[in-house]
């Protein structure tokens, strides 16, 4: 390049150099000062009109080094080289550890429970998680029963539903408790086996779902046991063994056997899962019976079907009614209720053969409380209301049921729970296990009640023909002669009469009523007789 181009471009080259490497004037408060970033005329110094590159160009050496956008300052918080005069400068950057704030310990106060007792939640001795875990684990042992609506509906002005428990497959709603009690005994108390004792409903129910689980069982039974009640044992599959005239004797003999052998003596009792296979029904009854207002559970035995009950309707709705229903011969519950306390035992006239699965029990400490908590009435019904509920479950549900089982239904046709008409009603029948001979004797009895079967005496001529025209009145009155007996009076005032007795039998109340008004017309002699 010629002279003048060299001297042009070192003039130009020193003053850029001046530009680059000059101090750096001080920067004023009121401006702006990035920690990072610095603005043009801090690097490149107070910009000049008369220049047309604002860069150096790129050769080798400091003078074509592009300047770093970074101050150089800054860079010793990265520990990254620094670029001053040509010289290369490495900064180390250490961890310094921070000191310790130490939080003071807050003001000594005294809580409100130092001043006063703040009283625990009661433990509840039932709990619906447990009635719950009791219907998921005998699910598969147990029959989920129907609970259909009655053809007594209309005749009492409520709906009825019936949650028929006797169709279990030993014929009581026991089941439930007795097999959940089963399951939670311990792998060793399964080993040994367990013993019961008594001809009762629970210990039908233990000797089948025992054997079901392979768990040993034995049954101590009373010589008064019937052949054919010891026979539903066996098939059962327990070992029976007949000791001792009554069911104390059987019972001591039984507790005897278990401490000796190690056996597990089972009985009915209110032990909480017990009670909490029983409360399955009230879960089932709350799921089949939509809109459901009132519960109707006979309060017999140890009262467990009814606390269980109780105890899983009141959790699911509270708004239901749940009633109580007990023999009038035997009102421990309400007794207890009167006394504040559970009786023992209760003073009264009991029908041993009817209600003799009923009247050996007893009314436990934490059942009453649960029965005065979550019950709302209990109510008592006669051994008569009890026959004739047996007999309309007979005509109406084709069913047999015993005493116990028709205690609900006895309330209801009795008229002993009025504030129940035009509401959903579920009654539980319980059980259905009584001899057929006692069901005959039972039924035979309800007809008299229901004057249905009625008796009657007529004093008739010796003359041919007496005795005929008063069968062919009541053969047009479409009556049934069950029986009849012709007997001579000794009487020497009546010597030409005849006294006829005679059984028959109506369709109904109204029919009944007609007979009578009939016979009375034409039969001045007519006596009616108590059967």
Same mark, same amino acid.
């Given at each position: 390049?010629?002279?003048?181009?060299?001297?042009?471009?070192?003039?130009?080259?020193?003053?850029?150099?001046?530009?680059?490497?000059?101090?750096?004037?001080?920067?004023?408060?009121?401006?702006?000062? =990035? $920690?990072?970033?610095?603005?043009?005329?801090?690097?490149?110094?107070?910009?000049?009109?008369?220049?047309?590159?604002?860069?150096?160009?790129?050769?080798?050496?400091?003078?074509?080094?592009?300047?770093?956008?970074?101050?150089?300052?800054?860079?010793? %918080? @990265?520990?990254?080289?620094?670029? +001053?005069? *040509? =010289?290369?400068?490495?900064?180390?950057?250490?961890?310094?550890?921070?000191?310790?704030?130490?939080?003071?310990?807050?003001?000594?106060?005294?809580?409100?429970?130092? @001043?006063?007792?703040?009283?625990?939640? $009661?433990?509840?001795?039932?709990?619906?998680?447990?009635?719950?875990?009791?219907?998921?684990?005998?699910?598969?042992? #147990?029959?989920?029963?129907?609970? &259909?609506?009655?053809?007594?509906?209309?005749?009492?002005?409520?709906?009825? @539903?019936?949650?028929?428990?006797?169709?279990?497959?030993?014929?009581?709603?026991?089941?439930?408790?007795?097999?959940?009690?089963?399951?939670?005994?311990?792998?060793?108390?399964?080993?040994?086996?367990?013993?019961?004792? &008594?001809?009762?409903?629970?210990?039908?129910?233990?000797?089948?779902?025992?054997?079901?689980?392979?768990?040993?069982? @034995?049954?101590?039974?009373?010589?008064?046991? &019937?052949?054919?009640?010891?026979? #539903?044992?066996?098939?059962?599959?327990?070992?029976?063994?007949?000791?001792?005239?009554?069911?104390?004797?059987?019972?001591?003999?039984?507790?005897?056997?278990?401490?000796?052998?190690?056996?597990?003596?089972?009985?009915? %009792?209110?032990? $909480?899962?017990?009670?909490?296979?029983?409360?399955?029904?009230?879960?089932?009854?709350?799921?089949?019976?939509?809109?459901?207002?009132?519960?109707?559970?006979?309060?017999?035995?140890?009262?467990? !079907?009814?606390?269980?009950?109780?105890?899983?309707?009141?959790?699911?709705?509270?708004?239901?009614?749940?009633?109580?229903?007990?023999?009038? *011969?035997?009102?421990?519950?309400?007794?207890?209720?009167?006394?504040?306390?559970?009786?023992?035992?209760?003073?009264?006239? /009991?029908?041993?053969?009817?209600?003799?699965?009923?009247?050996?029990?007893? +009314?436990?400490?934490?059942?009453?409380?649960?029965?005065?908590?979550?019950?709302?009435?209990?109510?008592?019904?006669?051994?008569? %209301?009890?026959?004739?509920?047996? !007999?309309?479950? /007979?005509?109406?549900?084709?069913?047999?049921? %015993?005493?116990?089982?028709?205690?609900? +239904?006895?309330a209801i046709l009795a008229g002993q729970l009025p504030e129940l008409k035009g509401k959903r009603v579920a009654v539980v029948v319980s059980s259905a296990n009584m001899d057929l001979e006692l069901v005959r004797q039972c039924v035979d009895r309800a007809l008299v009640l229901d004057d249905r079967v009625s008796k009657f005496s007529v004093q008739l001529g010796?003359?041919?023909?007496?005795?005929?025209? !008063?069968? =062919?009145?009541?053969?047009?009155?479409?009556?049934?002669?069950?029986?009849?007996?012709?007997?001579?009076?000794?009487?020497?005032?009546? #010597?030409?009469?005849?006294?006829?007795?005679?059984?028959?039998?109506?369709?109904?109340?109204?029919?009944?009523?007609?007979?009578?008004?009939?016979?009375?017309?034409?039969? $001045?002699?007519?006596?009616?007789?108590?059967?």
């Open positions: 390049m010629n002279f003048a181009a060299q001297l042009f471009y070192s003039t130009y080259l020193q003053e850029r150099l001046e530009q680059l490497y000059s101090p750096k004037p001080a920067v004023k408060d009121s401006e702006e000062n =990035d $920690p990072f970033w610095q603005r043009e005329e801090l690097r490149l110094g107070p910009e000049q009109q008369d220049h047309f590159h604002k860069v150096g160009p790129v050769q080798n050496g400091a003078a074509g080094r592009r300047p770093t956008l970074i101050e150089p300052e800054r860079m010793k %918080d @990265f520990g990254v080289e620094e670029l +001053l005069n *040509g =010289d290369v400068k490495v900064h180390e950057t250490g961890v310094v550890q921070r000191t310790e704030i130490k939080l003071k310990s807050p003001p000594k106060t005294r809580r409100l429970s130092e @001043f006063r007792v703040v009283p625990r939640p $009661p433990i509840q001795y039932l709990r619906f998680e447990d009635i719950s875990a009791a219907a998921f684990r005998i699910q598969s042992g #147990i029959q989920k029963t129907p609970c &259909t609506y009655s053809r007594l509906s209309k005749q009492y002005g409520m709906e009825i @539903f019936l949650k028929k428990e006797h169709l279990q497959y030993t014929g009581s709603t026991k089941e439930r408790g007795a097999l959940y009690l089963l399951t939670s005994l311990t792998q060793e108390q399964q080993r040994k086996g367990v013993i019961v004792a &008594t001809d009762c409903n629970f210990s039908m129910a233990v000797s089948h779902h025992a054997v079901e689980l392979k768990i040993p069982v @034995f049954v101590i039974m009373p010589s008064c046991c &019937t052949s054919s009640r010891l026979r #539903i044992y066996r098939d059962y599959g327990a070992m029976v063994i007949s000791y001792g005239s009554t069911s104390r004797d059987s019972q001591n003999h039984a507790r005897h056997l278990a401490s000796e052998n190690g056996y597990l003596y089972v009985e009915e %009792d209110e032990s $909480p899962p017990y009670l909490a296979g029983l409360g399955t029904v009230g879960m089932e009854i709350y799921e089949q019976v939509p809109k459901l207002e009132a519960v109707v559970v006979p309060a017999a035995g140890q009262y467990g !079907l009814l606390a269980g009950t109780a105890a899983a309707i009141k959790h699911l709705n509270s708004q239901i009614l749940v009633i109580g229903v007990e023999p009038e *011969g035997f009102p421990l519950l309400r007794q207890s209720l009167k006394t504040d306390g559970p009786v023992r035992d209760v003073h009264g006239n /009991q029908n041993t053969k009817l209600y003799g699965d009923l009247v050996e029990r007893s +009314l436990g400490t934490n059942t009453f409380h649960l029965a005065k908590t979550l019950v709302d009435r209990v109510v008592s019904v006669s051994e008569e %209301d009890s026959l004739v509920a047996m !007999l309309r479950f /007979q005509e109406f549900e084709r069913s047999t049921v %015993d005493t116990e089982g028709a205690l609900g +239904l006895a010796e003359w041919p023909g007496d005795m005929a025209k !008063l069968l =062919d009145t009541l053969s047009r009155e479409d009556i049934r002669l069950l029986d009849v007996c012709h007997r001579r009076h000794s009487d020497r005032a009546d #010597i030409f009469k005849a006294k006829v007795e005679c059984v028959v039998e109506t369709k109904d109340k109204a029919q009944s009523a007609q007979l009578r008004k009939m016979l009375s017309e034409r039969y $001045p002699s007519l006596c009616w007789l108590d059967r």
